[in-house]
């Protein structure tokens, strides 16, 4: 085994990961492989976002005749066909759907449940700024008999894998299966994403914050007080805010920092959701030695009780969250 496994690709990496589980039956690795081929085609299509326009100039067809789709309707059909072909997903539910979708038939043979928000950040697509996707995977509680709403609204410490995928200056894909957080990057002359960042350790304490500004007049004190005292003489923090969810939290993944989109006077659940973004990226930032809370609870404990529920999110280096938390929780 060579001492770095740099340029190693994913694919080979998690076939190595499945050897060190004897029982392994391979069926998280096939579908694991399911979703890197959506994660390709996405990035593919995102990567040609700005010729869309252009190419289906006429009437919203391409040059191939085919209905142009939007985006982000494009991203969460590629999800859906993907995992309709894979046999090993018996459930999944988007941040795109009302309701779930049951999958598995009599040749099904996995056992997982997978929710994903297909392209997060989709404001920025017309003007080509990073978007991602975000994917979180349970198993069912009842193996094959009959999946069911209630088999998704399990606390975020029940993942089994988490990850998302960076449509960036580079395509990044960067998950955890509880054994750390590694990031891959595609190198698109080969096809592959290759590992690039292994073992990601976020620093104890960053420099950065992040937060829509914007918000401010419904802020809560808790809130307005931890902003006040990272701009106050000195602090040196920076702030920085793509607006993208997935291109803010790998930012501070890398160099340490704070995401914050709390409860405030006008959304009083904050903005985010907690079973496609909040529990994926805090499986992540706690993998990564980082931290995740809604102000008042750990984000990863919380019971949901809705498919879409939306919650506060306090997420990135320990040192940062827990003094946010600590405003937060003196101003109540
Ligand atoms: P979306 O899932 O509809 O794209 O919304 C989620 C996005 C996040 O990517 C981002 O962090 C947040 O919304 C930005 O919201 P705002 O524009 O209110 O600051
Ligand atoms: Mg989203």
Redesign the pocket.
């Known amino acids: 085994m060579p001492l770095s496994m740099s340029g190693m690709p994913l694919t080979k990496f998690l076939l190595q990961e499945q050897r060190k589980h004897a029982d392994s039956s391979g069926s998280f690795t096939s579908l694991f492989s399911d979703i890197i081929v959506a994660a390709k085609l996405i990035s593919r299509a995102v990567n040609k976002a700005g010729l869309i326009d252009i190419l289906g100039a006429a009437g919203g067809k391409n040059v191939q005749g085919e209905e142009v789709q939007k985006l982000?309707e494009f991203a969460n059909t590629a999800m859906l066909h993907t995992m309709e072909l894979s046999s090993f997903v018996l459930g999944m539910a988007s941040?795109e759907m009302d309701d779930i979708v049951k999958m598995g038939g009599p040749h099904s043979r996995g056992n997982y449940l997978i929710l994903f928000?297909p392209?997060?950040?989709?404001?920025?697509i017309d003007v080509n700024i990073s978007?991602?996707t975000i994917f979180s995977i349970l198993k069912t509680p009842n193996g094959h008999d009959g999946v069911t709403e209630k088999d998704f609204l399990r606390p975020g410490v029940e993942q089994v894998c988490a990850g998302y995928v960076l449509y960036g200056s580079s395509t990044m894909f960067v998950y955890t299966t509880g054994n750390g957080v590694h990031g891959f990057t595609l190198d698109p002359s080969v096809g592959e994403f290759l590992l690039s960042h292994e073992n990601i350790r976020m620093p104890e304490r960053g420099k950065i914050y992040s937060i829509?500004e914007?918000?401010s007049a419904y802020w809560y004190d808790g809130t307005a007080k931890y902003i006040e005292k990272l701009k106050s003489n000195g602090s040196g923090y920076s702030a920085r805010?793509?607006?993208?969810?997935?291109?803010?939290f790998h930012r501070n993944l890398l160099k340490g920092g704070v995401?914050l989109?709390p409860a405030d006077k006008k959304s009083k659940k904050g903005?985010?959701?907690l079973l496609?973004?909040a529990n994926p990226l805090s499986f992540i930032v706690e993998q990564a030695g980082g931290m995740s809370s809604t102000g008042d609870n750990r984000v990863m404990e919380i019971v949901p009780e809705e498919l879409h529920q939306r919650v506060p999110l306090i997420i990135g280096s320990k040192a940062d969250v827990q003094e946010a938390v600590g405003c937060w929780r003196a101003a109540q």
């Open positions: 982000d941040e928000d392209l997060d950040g989709s404001s920025n978007v991602g829509n914007g918000n805010y793509v607006g993208s969810l997935v291109a803010d995401f989109y903005k985010l959701r496609y973004e």
